[in-house]
């Protein structure tokens, strides 16, 4: 089937592209590329996937009093050795 068609320049600079890197003619390209996207279109979409869920744990109260401060917090954990 021949046909005519206008291409966005975004979309002929892709299939330029395309042609460059598969040294091939821009017939098959551009057919290829249809063939592929047709597909993509076609087919149902993908059923959305379960979300993951974790559980919470309780880890008891924080040894380290507040954690708004970082110096604080090392100070506290590491003792002299931070300062």
Not at 17 to 41: F, I, P
Request: charged share 35%; aromatic share 2%.
């Amino acid at each position: 089937m021949r046909t005519t068609l206008s291409l966005d320049s975004d979309v002929a600079a892709l299939l330029k592209r395309a042609q460059k890197l598969r040294k091939a003619s821009l017939k098959t390209v551009v057919n290829d590329a249809m063939r592929q996207g047709l597909k993509d279109l076609l087919e149902p979409p993908a059923r959305p996937k379960k979300a993951f869920r974790t559980k919470g744990v309780s880890l008891g109260r924080c040894l380290a009093g507040s954690l708004d401060d970082v110096a604080e917090v090392l100070a506290t954990a590491e003792d002299k050795a931070f300062r």
